[in-house]
């Protein structure tokens, strides 16, 4: 049996000791009987069987008495309560009902509460309705169960400390925090004066008095306990209590980054926001290495944390015991390196082993051995988001060294909780107290990296009180330009051209904000325009020539790709293309500098652009057909027009005939003939006949 569940069987046999050691004194066998008792039963007339119910029109009353003397108040605890409608149990503050009324209970109103005499006796009055028990539900009658025990007047002054301000503070924002006390008895009708209580205060070992104080030399994170010992001098009674101030830790944000450094604008990325919040220890858990240990081919790291903070002979049992082992560190080639924790009892366990895929731990700086990187945490955990890190797959990221080397598409394992090697059960029936030692091997002399530190924590109920806290990260949020951002990880895309930040912002359980920012370089998309050699929409069966005006560039580093459809054109790949057919054409326009690209658009559309020429008009005044006037000209510039009479004499000439009408001038009623000469898809063309003019 492990020591976890002996402590449980102990508790609970000894909870049954003392169940069947109790005298039980259900109210109909004792109807009117004062009972001198400090160790019972009370039971209604099922005897306290929480499956029976107890009769209808029962009127029964009973009184305890305390019989001890030194403890002459009684004190009654309510583990079963359930009366049907119209039952009530009524409870006096004395020896029968000519006393103060505490509790007249029906329904479950009693269930777990405790009763408090302020003196020697309370009486109890049971008064049941005529139910059928034959017909009536019984489920709802079925009695109480009560332990009945005494208590001094010390034993029920409560102390109790109102933290004022609240007990969970940010560290850099906390000022003075205040408290109040208060003491009272639990005995409701007793008789005592609130004046001679005096209150007396203990934090980090320094002293204060009075009711309600404040405190003001909490700076660092961490847990503070507030004593409190108020002493009522006219009883001679002293009650301690506490409470624990902690101020909050600052959490890591190792790990948030954006997807990308550098995007183009109007394109999507992704922002990855990690918190790491920081556990605070009042004992050392860790060990930092400053400066940071490098490890190479035949140098073994090595080092050990000491614990006395826990209980004697306090073991481990199973892997569960364990909250997480970390070691902080980069390095070239996880292959390489092996960690192993050694447990007290000289029981060494794997956690990694040499071997799996080559990959950079952390941010190492590649070219020069020896200057530091950047270290991630590696942990060991019972409740792992990663399989045994020899047997995980790589992933790839972008980072810059810290001596200003660029990598691009790095090999790396990503920092987080894997899976030991070796099952951290193999640790089972080693005491938590003693030297632990952590040990790092490296087994290849062409790789290195460096050992920032370590940690070792267990399950946080081995710890004793206020000694140890992780605050809880209860909100996440990114923004940018103070406008929130949907989800984590955020997609995001920029227009605007330039450095953009995004701030990713976490809120605590103590309150507190913390955030970091993410910094996004956003290139300009090309700037561009297609222009048509004629006007659109073109006449039937012309063609145009397109072609791709850039904007703030002499077009030098572009590349263009045409597409009609949504669909590429083989070989189009000029700043020109001749189309002769309408459709929506579109050039793909790529800055080969950047990288980034934009498409542009024309539609080209078609029209009937065929000539229609009337043979008579009426050049009379009236607005109606007063002008020779030829439909779809508009399409063919510069046409020239030559109108004869029928003696071939000219009446009329023009060089660009659309818009310049004739009205026909002094010419008189009859036949006239003319001739058009125009252009259309490179060719010259005429158009002649007569027009008749009639007044």
Same mark, same amino acid.
């Given at each position: 049996?492990?020591?976890?569940?002996?402590?449980? @069987?102990?508790?609970?046999?000894?909870?049954?000791?003392?169940?069947?050691?109790?005298?039980?004194? *259900?109210?109909?066998?004792?109807?009117?009987?004062?009972?001198?008792?400090?160790?019972?039963?009370?039971?209604?007339?099922?005897?306290?069987?929480?499956?029976?119910?107890?009769?209808?029109?029962?009127?029964?009353?009973? $009184?305890?008495?305390?019989?001890?003397?030194?403890?002459?108040?009684?004190?009654?605890?309510?583990?079963?309560?359930?009366?049907?409608?119209?039952?009530?149990?009524?409870?006096?503050?004395?020896?029968?009902?000519?006393?103060?009324?505490?509790?007249?209970?029906?329904?479950?109103?009693?269930?777990?509460?405790?009763?408090?005499?302020?003196?020697?006796?309370?009486?109890?009055? @049971?008064? &049941?309705?005529?139910?059928?028990?034959?017909?009536?539900?019984?489920?709802?009658?079925?009695?109480?169960?009560?332990?009945?025990?005494?208590?001094?007047?010390?034993?029920?002054?409560?102390?109790?400390?109102?933290?004022?301000?609240?007990?969970?503070?940010?560290?850099?924002?906390?000022?003075?925090?205040?408290?109040?006390?208060?003491? $009272?008895?639990?005995?409701?009708?007793?008789?005592?004066? =609130?004046?001679?209580?005096?209150?007396?205060?203990?934090?980090?070992?320094?002293?204060? $008095?009075?009711?309600?104080?404040?405190?003001?030399?909490?700076?660092?994170?961490?847990?503070?306990?507030?004593?409190?010992?108020?002493?009522?001098?006219?009883?001679?009674?002293?009650?301690?209590?506490?409470?624990?101030?902690?101020?909050?830790?600052?959490?890591?944000?190792?790990?948030?980054?954006?997807?990308?450094?550098?995007?183009?604008?109007?394109?999507?990325?992704?922002?990855?926001?990690?918190?790491?919040?920081?556990?605070?220890?009042?004992?050392?858990?860790?060990?930092?290495?400053?400066?940071?240990?490098?490890?190479?081919?035949?140098?073994?790291?090595?080092?050990?944390?000491?614990?006395?903070?826990?209980?004697?002979?306090?073991?481990?049992?199973?892997?569960?015991?364990?909250?997480?082992?970390?070691?902080?560190?980069?390095?070239?080639?996880?292959?390489?390196?092996?960690?192993?924790?050694?447990?007290?009892?000289?029981?060494?366990?794997?956690?990694?082993?040499?071997?799996?895929?080559?990959?950079?731990?952390?941010? *190492?700086?590649?070219?020069?051995?020896?200057?530091?990187?950047?270290?991630?945490?590696?942990?060991?955990?019972?409740? =792992?988001?990663?399989?045994?890190?020899?047997?995980?797959?790589?992933?790839?990221?972008?980072?810059?060294?810290?001596?200003?080397?660029?990598? @691009?598409?790095?090999?790396?394992?990503?920092?987080?909780?894997?899976?030991?090697?070796? &099952?951290?059960?193999?640790?089972?029936?080693?005491?938590?107290?003693?030297?632990?030692?952590?040990?790092?091997?490296?087994?290849?002399?062409?790789?290195?990296?460096?050992?920032?530190?370590?940690?070792?924590?267990?399950?946080?109920?081995?710890?004793?009180?206020?000694?140890?806290?992780?605050?809880?990260?209860?909100?996440?949020?990114?923004?940018?330009?103070?406008? *929130?951002?949907?989800?984590?990880?955020?997609?995001?895309?920029?227009?605007?051209?330039?450095?953009?930040?995004?701030?990713?912002?976490?809120?605590?359980?103590?309150?507190?904000?913390?955030?970091?920012?993410?910094?996004?370089?956003?290139? =300009?998309?090309?700037?561009?325009?297609?222009?048509?050699?004629?006007?659109? *929409?073109?006449?039937?069966?012309?063609?145009?020539?397109?072609?791709?005006?850039?904007?703030?560039?002499?077009?030098?580093?572009?590349?263009?790709?045409?597409?009609?459809?949504?669909?590429?054109?083989?070989?189009?790949?000029?700043?020109?293309?001749?189309?002769?057919?309408?459709?929506?054409?579109?050039?793909?326009?790529?800055?080969?500098?950047?990288?980034?690209?934009?498409?542009?658009?024309?539609?080209?559309?078609?029209?009937?652009?065929?000539?229609?020429?009337?043979?008579?008009?009426?050049?009379?005044?009236?607005?109606?057909?007063?002008?020779?006037?030829?439909?779809?000209?508009?399409?063919?510039?510069?046409?020239?027009?030559?109108?004869?009479?029928?003696?071939?004499?000219?009446?009329?000439?023009?060089?660009?005939?659309?818009?310049?009408?004739?009205?026909?001038?002094?010419?008189?009623?009859?036949?006239?003939?003319?001739?058009?000469?125009?252009?259309?898809?490179?060719?010259?063309?005429?158009?002649?006949?007569?027009?008749?003019?009639?007044?």
């Amino acid at each position: 049996m492990n020591q976890k569940a002996l402590l449980l @069987f102990v508790v609970m046999t000894y909870a049954a000791c003392q169940l069947f050691s109790q005298d039980t004194y *259900p109210i109909h066998l004792h109807h009117q009987d004062t009972i001198p008792t400090c160790h019972a039963w009370f039971v209604d007339s099922s005897g306290g069987d929480d499956q029976a119910h107890y009769g209808p029109g029962e009127d029964l009353w009973v $009184t305890f008495e305390s019989d001890n003397a030194a403890k002459p108040f009684l004190v009654v605890e309510f583990s079963f309560f359930q009366l049907g409608e119209g039952d009530t149990l009524y409870v006096y503050d004395g020896g029968d009902n000519q006393e103060p009324l505490l509790w007249s209970a029906s329904g479950q109103q009693l269930l777990g509460q405790t009763i408090y005499s302020s003196g020697q006796y309370l009486h109890f009055h @049971f008064v &049941s309705s005529d139910f059928d028990p034959n017909e009536d539900d019984l489920s709802e009658r079925l009695g109480w169960k009560a332990d009945i025990g005494c208590a001094s007047l010390c034993d029920m002054l409560v102390v109790t400390i109102d933290p004022v301000d609240g007990l969970l503070h940010c560290p850099e924002t906390i000022g003075p925090v205040s408290f109040r006390g208060n003491a $009272t008895y639990l005995a409701e009708h007793l008789d005592y004066d =609130p004046d001679a209580f005096v209150f007396n205060w203990l934090i980090r070992d320094e002293t204060l $008095t009075g009711q309600q104080i404040s405190y003001d030399d909490f700076s660092e994170p961490g847990a503070f306990p507030v004593y409190l010992t108020v002493e009522d001098t006219a009883n001679d009674c002293e009650q301690t209590t506490y409470v624990v101030v902690m101020l909050g830790t600052t959490p890591l944000f190792t790990g948030t980054a954006s997807s990308v450094d550098t995007a183009c604008a109007r394109e999507t990325f992704s922002l990855f926001g990690i918190v790491h919040p920081t556990t605070w220890t009042g004992f050392p858990v860790s060990v930092d290495e400053d400066p940071p240990v490098h490890i190479s081919s035949g140098i073994l790291y090595e080092s050990s944390l000491d614990f006395d903070v826990f209980g004697d002979g306090v073991e481990i049992l199973s892997q569960s015991d364990f909250d997480r082992i970390c070691v902080f560190v980069e390095h070239v080639d996880q292959s390489h390196l092996r960690f192993e924790l050694e447990a007290p009892d000289g029981n060494v366990l794997t956690l990694k082993n040499f071997g799996g895929a080559t990959a950079n731990l952390g941010e *190492p700086v590649v070219w020069n051995d020896h200057i530091p990187g950047r270290a991630y945490a590696y942990c060991f955990s019972p409740e =792992p988001q990663y399989g045994k890190m020899s047997e995980t797959t790589p992933q790839f990221h972008d980072y810059t060294d810290t001596a200003g080397n660029y990598y @691009f598409n790095a090999l790396y394992l990503p920092e987080g909780n894997y899976t030991p090697f070796e &099952s951290l059960n193999q640790l089972a029936g080693s005491t938590l107290n003693g030297t632990w030692t952590m040990r790092v091997e490296d087994q290849a002399a062409e790789t290195s990296g460096h050992i920032f530190g370590w940690s070792l924590l267990f399950d946080g109920i081995f710890y004793p009180d206020s000694l140890i806290f992780t605050p809880e990260i209860v909100q996440e949020q990114w923004y940018k330009n103070g406008s *929130p951002i949907t989800g984590n990880p955020a997609s995001a895309f920029i227009e605007e051209p330039g450095l953009h930040t995004f701030r990713f912002e976490v809120l605590d359980n103590f309150g507190c904000l913390y955030d970091t920012t993410v910094t996004v370089t956003i290139q =300009p998309l090309p700037r561009a325009e297609i222009v048509s050699e004629i006007e659109i *929409p073109i006449c039937e069966g012309d063609s145009t020539l397109l072609t791709v005006i850039p904007i703030d560039s002499d077009g030098w580093e572009l590349i263009y790709q045409w597409q009609v459809g949504g669909q590429d054109i083989p070989g189009s790949i000029y700043d020109t293309l001749m189309v002769k057919q309408p459709g929506l054409y579109s050039v793909q326009v790529t800055d080969t500098i950047t990288g980034c690209f934009d498409f542009f658009d024309k539609d080209v559309t078609e029209q009937n652009c065929d000539l229609t020429i009337p043979n008579v008009f009426t050049p009379n005044g009236d607005g109606v057909n007063d002008l020779f006037e030829i439909r779809n000209l508009e399409h063919y510039p510069n046409a020239q027009m030559i109108i004869y009479n029928r003696h071939g004499r000219r009446v009329f000439e023009h060089s660009d005939y659309y818009n310049n009408w004739w009205d026909g001038g002094n010419a008189p009623d009859g036949v006239y003939y003319y001739v058009l000469r125009y252009e259309r898809m490179g060719k010259v063309r005429y158009a002649q006949g007569s027009v008749s003019i009639i007044r």
